[in-house]
């Protein structure tokens, strides 16, 4: 009976203590997670983020640091805590920062940011530290407010060009009038402005702005060989509507010289303007110039016939007579572009230059 006895007793003794452990492995726990930031206020990335319950002499748990800053910690036994920070570079039994009476509370995740901007740990810093500090502030302090202006302004120069785009050109005129105010050196902001400016017929403004643009994109470190031709050809546009042929089309010449890539759009759209000017002879040269530059399409064809078309007279036998190129123009434009746009009308010129005119005039009998 006495040895009965001590096996139960023994039985008992273990399963009490196999109860005890199997509660504290199930026993809940929580978790910590923070951002660590220097004293200038930027993250801090590196280093580990330990829990102690002695000040800092021994870690109860330690976590990583991101390199952005961030450290998250699992699995922790509920309870207060001082956390720790840690760098990589932090000498043995030293600690960079301390925050003290962390609660880890279980089935809970506790936000604690070490943060090394605050004001309790700069005054345990150096004058000379503070003093770098405060200098990296405040140079931070211009550096975030500059982006904030250039975030701005392309933000105003992505509306502008839609704006110019959708031909509202005074809003976009008025908006990069602005901000041409607030940047005198942005030259996409000068060349938006005088494509609004060129759109509202403000001529001298619109020629004043994009010499801007081509004077200072071609100062840039990488001048932009696009964006100083497109300035060009816009700037021969501007010529070409207020009556300077020739000066028009030494811009669009210098336009493909710049940016040869693009000589048939330039030239192209050169022969156009003078088109809706009514400038016929210019309209001719500058299909002949697209032509060269691109003869594959159909359209400066058309361009360098109807100009040519202008100019078809009537002999003393009634027989429609073309300038030279005039029908050769036409017929190319059809052998590229049989049923392109204008090919009904280039059809009716062609088919009406094989006609005579008839003479209706009887003379009078005496």
Known sequence: MKLKSLLSFAAAAMLAVSMSVMAQAQAPTGTVHGHVTDPTGVPKGGGTVSLSTDGGHTYKYTFPVSAGGDYKGEGIAPGTYDAILRLPETPEGKFVDMIENVKIVAAQDTAQDIDMSRQAYIDKMTPEQKKQVEEFRKK????????????????????????????????????????TGLKPDGELLWYELGVAQLGEKKWEDATTSLKKTIELASAAKKPNPEL???????????????????????????????????????????????????????????????????????????????????????????????????????????????????????????????????????????
């Not at 110019?164 to 009038?177: G, P, Q, R, S, V």
């Not at 040869?260 to 030239?267: E, I, N, Q, T, V």
């Open 228 to 366: 100083i031709a497109g300035a060009h050809a816009a700037l021969g546009e501007v010529y070409a509507r207020s009556n300077k042929p020739e000066d028009a089309a030494a811009e669009y010449d210098t336009a493909v010289k710049i940016n040869p890539s693009k000589a048939g759009l330039y030239l192209g759209n050169e022969a156009i303007v003078f088109q809706n000017v009514g400038n016929g002879d210019a309209q001719a040269a500058a299909a002949d110039k697209a032509i060269t530059a691109d003869p594959k399409n159909p359209i400066p064809y058309y361009l360098k016939g109807q100009a040519l078309a202008g100019k078809i007279t009537v002999d003393a036998k009634g027989n429609y007579v073309a300038p030279p190129g005039c029908i050769e123009a036409y017929e190319k434009y059809l052998e590229l572009a049989p049923t392109g746009q204008y090919a009904t009308e280039v059809k009716a010129v062609l088919d009406a230059t094989k006609t005579k005119v008839e003479n209706k005039y009887k003379a009078t009998k005496k």
């Open 140 to 179: 931070n302090s211009e550096v975030m407010k500059t982006n904030q202006v250039i975030k701005n302004l392309n933000a105003d120069l992505a509306e502008a060009r839609t704006d110019n785009h959708d031909k509202k050109y005074a809003e976009a005129d008025a908006l990069m009038t602005k901000d």
